[in-house]
C-alpha cells in the first residue's frame, strides 16, 4: 500500500501545497489515502465473494444444514454464513425455507447472525483502516457469536415461539428452474455485477464515513475519547452495546468513524463491540423477524446478544 | 411467424426492496432493448414469493421458469432470456 500512501500525500503537499502539521492537511491526506485503498480492496473481495455465491446457494445451505445437531450444526452455520451475504428483504423467505426443510431453529439463527455481522463489506472496512489483526478478530468473535448464540437459543427449545404461518403455508407449487449450469465465465460476470451494484450502493456512506473519521483525526485532541470510552470506564461497553443493537447503519459509513474514534482513545474491545451490534441486528431487522418469530423469541435473542458483546468487550479491553 | 405483443409473462419476485425494484428498472429496460413486449407482474407479498420455493430474492421468473435468484440481473442477460 505504499504507492498509494505516496499518492495521498503526493497530492497534499505537492499538488495542494499544504503544510506538513496543518490538521486540514492531515485530515485530508487520510482521506484520500484510505478511500483509494478501500475502493481498491472493496472491488477485488465484493468480486470474489459474487463468484463464490453462485457456487455456494441458499438451497444448498439448507439442504446441507437440515436435521444437523445443535453444536457441530450451529458451526457449520455460522461458517457458511461467512461468504454468503444476503439482503435484508431475504430474511423472511430464508427463515422459512431453512425452518420447513428440517434446519433446527438454534442453527438457522447461527446462520443469520453470522451472515450480516461478518459481511464483506465489514471486512474490507476493517482491512482497509484497522489492518488484518482487528479484522480477524473481528471474525473470530463475530463466528464465536453466531455460533454460541444460536446454540443457547437452540438449547432453550423455542419452537412454539415461530408464527403458525411459517409452518403451513405453501412452499412450493413446483415451479420449474432454468437448469442450466453456469460457466465460469458466466459466474465472473455474475461475480462482476455483484461487485459493481455493492461499490455503487455503499461509495457514498464510505465517502462521508471516512470524511467524518478524517475530521477526528485532524481535529480531535489526542486521548479526547480516552476519558470516556477508554478502557477505564466501565460503562463504555454496555453503553456501546445500548447503541449499536437498535441502530441501522451500516459498515461502510460507521467502520471509518469508529476507527477514528478508537485512533482518539476508544478502547479496542468496545470499538469492536460498538461496530458488532450495529451489523449484528437493527431495529427495522426486527421489525422483519417479527413477522416470523414471536416477541418473546426475539427479546431472549436481543438479550443473549447484548449479555454476549458485553462480555466479549470486557474481555478484550482487559487482554488488549 | 407472427409476433404477439404480451404473451410472454414476466414476474418479479421481492418484497419491494431497492435490488427487486432494479430487477424490475432492468426488465423493462431489455425488454426496450430488445423491441419485445410482455406482461409484467410483481409480486411483493412474501407468502406468494415463498409458494415459487424460493429464498433468495428478487426473482425472475419468465414463463413459469424461475431463471435467477437471489441477484439483479443485468440487462444484457434479460435481453438473451427474453
Not at chain 1, 224 to 246: C, M, S, T
Not at chain 2, 4 to 19: A, D, F, K, M, T
Amino acid at each position: 500500500m505504499g504507492v498509494l500512501e505516496d499518492f495521498g500525500a503526493w497530492v497534499v503537499y505537492t499538488l495542494l501545497g499544504m503544510v506538513k502539521g496543518d490538521p486540514l492537511a492531515e485530515a485530508l491526506d487520510f482521506f484520500i489515502y484510505d478511500t483509494l485503498k478501500i475502493f481498491l480492496l472493496l472491488f477485488a473481495i465484493t468480486l470474489i465473494v459474487g463468484v463464490i455465491r453462485t457456487y455456494i446457494t441458499p438451497e444448498k445451505i439448507r439442504d446441507f444444514l437440515a436435521h444437523r445437531k445443535y453444536g457441530t450444526g450451529n458451526v457449520l452455520a455460522a461458517l457458511l454464513g461467512i461468504p454468503t451475504p444476503f439482503c435484508t428483504c431475504s430474511v423472511i423467505p430464508l427463515f422459512i425455507g431453512f425452518i420447513r426443510a428440517g434446519v433446527p431453529l438454534g442453527i438457522t439463527f447461527s446462520f443469520l447472525i453470522s451472515s450480516p455481522v461478518i459481511n464483506e463489506v465489514a471486512i474490507v472496512m476493517l482491512l482497509g483502516l484497522v489492518g488484518w489483526q482487528i479484522t480477524a478478530l473481528y471474525i473470530g468473535i463475530g463466528f464465536v457469536i453466531a455460533v454460541v448464540v444460536g446454540y443457547v437459543l437452540g438449547r432453550l427449545h423455542l419452537e412454539d415461539q415461530i408464527e403458525e404461518f411459517v409452518l403451513t403455508s405453501d412452499v412450493n407449487k413446483g415451479v420449474s428452474r432454468d437448469g442450466k449450469e453456469l460457466t465460469f465465465k458466466e459466474r465472473v460476470g455474475i461475480g462482476f455485477e455483484e461487485s459493481k451494484r455493492i461499490v455503487g450502493e455503499v461509495w457514498l456512506y464510505i465517502l462521508i464515513g471516512i470524511g467524518i473519521g478524517a475530521l477526528i483525526h485532524g481535529y480531535a485532541p489526542e486521548d479526547f475519547f480516552l476519558k470516556y470510552a477508554g478502557p477505564d470506564n466501565p460503562f463504555a461497553v454496555p453503553v456501546a452495546v445500548l447503541i449499536g443493537i437498535p441502530l441501522y447503519s451500516n459498515a461502510a459509513g460507521t467502520i471509518p468513524i469508529v476507527q477514528a474514534l478508537m485512533a482518539k482513545g476508544m478502547a479496542t474491545g468496545t470499538a469492536l463491540v460498538l461496530m458488532m451490534s450495529i451489523t449484528a441486528l437493527s431495529f427495522p431487522q426486527m421489525l422483519i423477524l417479527r413477522k416470523v418469530v414471536k416477541t418473546k423469541l426475539l427479546a431472549i435473542l436481543v438479550a443473549i446478544l447484548a449479555v454476549s458483546f458485553i462480555v466479549i468487550g470486557y474481555l478484550f479491553n482487559m487482554v488488549l | 411467424m407472427i409476433y404477439q405483443g404480451g404473451n410472454v409473462r414476466i414476474e418479479v419476485l421481492g418484497s419491494g426492496c431497492p435490488n427487486c425494484k432494479r430487477l424490475e428498472e432492468n426488465v423493462r429496460t431489455a425488454l426496450k432493448k430488445a423491441g419485445k413486449d410482455a406482461e409484467i407482474v410483481k409480486v411483493t407479498d412474501f407468502r406468494e414469493i415463498l409458494a415459487y420455493g424460493v429464498m433468495h430474492t428478487p426473482v425472475l421468473v419468465i414463463d413459469g421458469k424461475i431463471m435467477a435468484e437471489g441477484r439483479i440481473l443485468s440487462v444484457d442477460e434479460i435481453v438473451r432470456m427474453l
